[in-house]
Every structure is written in C-alpha cells, then in structure tokens.
C-alpha cells in the first residue's frame, strides 16, 4: 500500500496532532456539514412527496401505485428522522461531556438516513417512470440507477478507504 507524502517531502503522514475531544469536535463539524447536503435533499423530496396527494391526477392511481407512494412517503419519513436525528441528540447530550458518543450515534444515524434516502429515491423514481411511461423496462432503469447509487455512495468511497487508508 502506498503512502501519502507530506508537505516536508519523504516522511509518511502519520495524521493529526489533536486530542480526543479537538477530534470528536472536529468529527461532529463533518458530520453537520454532510447532514446539511444529505437533509436539505430529503426535506424538499419529502415536501414533494407529501403534496402529490392532493393533485388531481392521484385520484386516478391503481392500488400498487398507491401503495409504493405510501411506501415512499414512509421510507422520507424515516430518512428525515434519522438525518435530523443527530441535532436533537445534541441539544440533548450538550454539556454533558459526549461528545464523543454524540459523533458516535450521529454518525449511525446519517448512514442510516443514507440508506433510508437511498430506498426512497429508488421507490420515488419507480413509482414515477410507473406512472409515467408504464413500460416493463422500469425495475430495470431504476435497477440501474440503484446500482449507480449504491456505486457512488458506498461501493467507491470503501473501495477508496481500502486502497488509499493506511492500516494505523
């Protein structure tokens, strides 16, 4: 495995120098700044969603389409919990000297929001190309478009985590 050179040429990067607590702190301030991208998109999907309801063309939806809307309109839910959940869980624990189990459960909840975002963009878009094109390519398009998420949200970054981390 290569390593990764520092601005003083030959000697490896050995990583921060920074206590426990300046990392946890450091950890949260990436943590809120990936929740700031990943909650602004599920918001205004959800937003959407919930709105589809009332138009005039949903009256008009077959059961299976109505029951991946409600499928959708879950799973949004759920992704909205889990991404504003680390807020919360802060205000809550501030002052409490947890910061360290705070990075710890907000990063559990923002993977998991991940994956609950991931199957509401994928069951939004099914019931979208559905109700749009009702063509039997749909599972496959929107199988391909999963596969592409899945590709850039999981399957590169631990692709590059394996290649490029050192094993400190």
């Given at each position: 495995m290569e390593q990764i050179s520092n601005t003083q040429g030959d000697q490896?990067?050995?990583g921060r120098d920074e206590?426990?607590?300046?990392?946890a702190d450091r950890r949260w301030t990436d943590i809120m700044q990936e929740i700031r991208v990943a909650q602004t998109g599920v918001q205004i999907l959800l937003g959407f969603l919930l709105t589809v309801a009332f138009t005039p063309h949903f009256q008009s939806l077959d059961d299976?389409?109505?029951?991946?809307y409600v499928i959708t309109i879950v799973l949004g839910?759920?992704?909205?919990?889990a991404l504003i959940g680390p807020v919360p869980f802060h205000r809550l624990v501030s002052g409490r000297r947890l910061k360290q189990e705070a990075v710890l459960?907000?990063?559990r909840l923002v993977f998991t929001g991940l994956i609950l975002l991931l199957a509401t963009l994928t069951s939004a878009l099914f019931l979208v190309l559905r109700v749009v094109t009702?063509?039997?390519?749909?599972?496959?398009?929107?199988?391909?478009?999963?596969?592409w998420y899945v590709g850039c949200w999981f399957a590169l970054p631990l692709w590059a985590r394996t290649r490029y981390a050192s094993d400190e």
């Open positions: 490896p990067r050995q206590t426990e607590e300046e990392r299976t389409d109505r029951t991946i839910s759920l992704a909205t919990g459960w907000a990063s009702h063509d039997v390519f749909v599972p496959w398009l929107v199988a391909g478009v999963l596969v």
